[in-house]
């Protein structure tokens, strides 16, 4: 059983590659890694093509996230009925991915700070443009999101096998 996830930025250049290259790790790391089909997009095609940004990537990765993103794409709506997990990096990208969902997948996407609620954030601020500060912030919060969201996925699974809630 794959498991999709697509993480979803404005330009699909920061957040989204960051939030990627996180969960792709803890994957990784609880030994699951297998079991997941983590894809990127971008809600706005001005990056469409274009490598994630240099910045995200040094800052994911000086903290031991493997980045690996790929080219930028430009989020299609039959990817919110093909993804199991859609997962939006704030609300304008939640929105647009909403109006743009296949009839019956309007509800499907969801932000990913929905999963770290304790934090007290609901948008992971774009931090385009910014310093390495501002990614670093945005790195805060996309790895208290992340936990949440491969904790949310691990422990469906567990009750879906009948192994019950994680110990």
């Known amino acids: 059983m794959t498991i999709s996830v697509l993480f979803v930025s404005t330009g699909g250049i920061c957040r989204a590659p960051m939030a990627a290259g996180v969960f792709r790790t803890f994957a990784r790391r609880g030994?699951?890694?297998?079991?997941?089909d983590i894809d990127i997009a971008g809600t706005f095609d001005g990056h469409v093509?274009?490598?994630p940004s240099l910045l995200a990537h040094e800052?994911?990765?000086r903290r031991g996230y493997s980045f690996g993103a790929g080219k930028v794409r430009s989020l299609q709506p039959d990817d919110l009925a093909r993804y199991?997990?859609?997962i939006a990096m704030d609300r304008t990208n939640l929105a647009a991915m909403r109006w743009m969902a296949p009839a019956g997948c309007t509800d499907r996407p969801q932000l990913l700070m929905r999963h770290a609620?304790?934090?007290g954030a609901t948008d992971i601020v774009d931090?385009?443009?910014?310093?390495v500060?501002?990614?670093?912030?945005?790195?805060?919060?996309?790895e208290k999101g992340c936990?949440?969201?491969?904790?949310?996925?691990?422990?469906?699974?567990?009750k879906s096998s009948g192994q019950g809630a994680a110990p």
Request: proline share 2%; charged share 20%; glycine share 8%.
């Open 84 to 86: 199991d997990h859609s």
């Open 133 to 142: 500060a501002d990614y670093e912030r945005a790195l805060d919060l996309i």
């Open 31 to 36: 030994r699951i890694e297998h079991m997941f």
């Open 59 to 61: 800052v994911t990765e």
């Open 49 to 51: 093509g274009e490598a």
């Open 127 to 131: 931090p385009y443009g910014g310093s």
């Open 117 to 119: 609620h304790q934090v």
């Open 147 to 158: 936990a949440g969201l491969m904790m949310t996925i691990v422990q469906a699974l567990q």
